[in-house]
């Protein structure tokens, strides 16, 4: 069938909308990093409702840092993709022109840089996954000794993460007298800013100390909070929108109707008018990221450990259990009482559309979608929120079942026998700690040490230990449907 591209567009139905300006008198003023589906569905959309209303000094340029798959689907699209927006029966569909194309780093890191070097660009923004900034789960810190990131310390000529990219440009912006892009984080990260700061001047520094101090003095690395569910988008999803509209579109993302964004104000020069689209600028994100961080991504993984190992393929179906939406009312109890929440934030609202959202059929998001990378997850998602509980002495019953989700869950084989891949980084240490054996206590302490998840202090609390170990336990014996109802008869925490 016949891709969607600039010359294919105008035979999309006329219920589709698209690009209103010129895309041929767009430049590029963002580089963005990772431009997987979250971005296409997210920020990119923010993006194009500022070229729409005619400020076309923000088209934006993908660049993928490892696979060359999202470059397939786009570049022969000329950058062009459909956002299906998905609520119940009603969908509708928009094509984004924001994206000029994609580059694939691996094959010519030289030109990214360069693309990153430009005048023109004043924003290079990041979807990289917690794993893409080489840090330390444990302290935060840059992780020197690891290859990639020793690899860029001893020489750019090929950047190989993205702090190295960054660092590459912004030392080509120096020697050419321009002033630092400001880089901003997009990643579900707590003070996200502040870490892909440390890691950026971190490796500068380890390079240039010079460079190290220009880029701290005159960068600009604003916290943001990313607020949306784009599931995968699948094979019978692209064909039935090929049906639909005569035109094949390998770029089509799917989403739900919401959508928030809350940017830092700190930016290190010029920046697309996003208020105007509905982003939020504020002067202190942490209680919005907080807020998502414990409510929406806490419950997200705990439904995804428990529901894939009862059973549930997506996510709407554990929440039509009355077990498992009680489990997320206990959970979202235990995590409201951490926070701080923001004068603009009606946290008893936010809850309701939490659960309205995770109850979207239409969005077919599967659980293993969410529950891959869990270690990298974990603490900021749940294991923070233990913390402070556990500080209180509050309990932690609903937390501590959703830690012992992703523990059951490195084993690798279902309840009902069934094999599947644990996607995890640190996938071949928790097996480890599985074959092991020893029983679910044994198991339970196992996991718990390994420092980049659990840190120091909680491998060492023996009130998350039993905790842990009796979650683990049930959920061995009895299953995570029973465990979860056993929970929910207990009813809400003290």
């Not at 690395?221 to 995968?232: E, L, N, Y």
Request: a negative charge; glycine letters at 10%.
């Amino acid at each position: 069938m016949t891709r969607l591209s600039t010359s294919t567009i105008s035979d999309l139905p006329v219920s589709i909308a698209r690009p209103a300006y010129d895309r041929a008198a767009v430049k590029t003023g963002i580089v963005h990093l990772g431009i997987g589906a979250f971005h296409r569905a997210h920020q990119a959309v923010f993006t194009e409702a500022c070229l729409d209303a005619g400020d076309l000094r923000w088209g934006i340029l993908g660049a993928s840092l490892r696979s060359a798959s999202v470059a397939e689907q786009l570049n022969p699209q000329d950058g062009l993709y459909g956002v299906q927006v998905r609520d119940g029966s009603h969908s509708t569909t928009r094509v984004i022109g924001a994206c000029s194309g994609v580059l694939v780093a691996p094959d010519d890191p030289v030109r990214l840089v360069e693309a990153m070097a430009s005048p023109d660009v004043h924003v290079v923004s990041l979807t990289v996954t917690e794993k893409g900034y080489h840090l330390d789960p444990a302290t935060g810190a840059l992780m020197l000794d690891d290859p990639a990131v020793a690899s860029d310390v001893a020489g750019l000529s090929g950047p190989r993460t993205a702090p190295g990219f960054i660092v590459a440009a912004l030392e080509r912006r120096r020697e050419r007298g321009l002033g630092p892009f400001t880089c901003l984080s997009c990643d579900n990260l707590p003070e996200n800013g502040e870490r892909l700061a440390d890691a950026v001047i971190t490796l500068a520094q380890a390079r240039d100390p010079a460079l190290g101090d220009w880029i701290a003095h005159h960068g600009a690395f604003p916290s943001s909070m990313v607020d949306r569910i784009v599931p995968a988008t699948t094979e019978a999803d692209i064909a039935a929108h090929s049906r639909a509209t005569g035109l094949e579109d390998r770029g089509l993302v799917k989403t739900e109707p919401f959508s928030q964004w809350v940017i830092e104000d700190r930016f290190a020069g010029p920046r697309p008018d996003w208020e105007a689209a509905g982003v939020q600028l504020t002067g202190d994100v942490r209680p919005w990221e907080l807020a998502k961080l414990r409510l929406l991504n806490g419950a997200h993984s705990g439904l995804a450990y428990l529901g894939a190992l009862a059973g549930h393929e997506y996510v709407h179906q554990a929440v039509a259990d009355p077990a498992f939406a009680a489990f997320v009312d206990q959970l979202h109890e235990e995590a409201q009482a951490t926070l701080s929440p923001p004068s603009g934030l009606d946290v008893a609202a936010y809850r309701a559309d939490l659960k309205a959202r995770f109850a979207n059929a239409a969005l077919m998001h599967r659980t293993r979608q969410i529950a891959m990378d869990g270690s990298q997850k974990l603490p900021q998602r749940l294991l923070f929120t233990i913390r402070t509980r556990l500080d209180r002495g509050q309990g932690i019953a609903a937390l501590a079942l959703a830690v012992a989700g992703w523990m059951r869950w490195q084993a690798g084989v279902d309840e009902r026998g069934s094999a599947y891949q644990v996607d995890d980084p640190l996938a071949a240490t928790t097996r480890a700690v599985f074959d092991a054996g020893g029983g679910s206590d044994a198991i339970a302490r196992g996991l718990m040490q390994i420092e980049a998840v659990f840190g120091a202090d909680l491998a060492r609390d023996e009130r998350l230990a039993c905790a842990l170990g009796a979650a683990l336990n049930g959920l061995m014996a009895e299953g995570a449907a029973h465990s979860v109802r056993t929970l929910a008869r207990a009813g809400m925490p003290a």
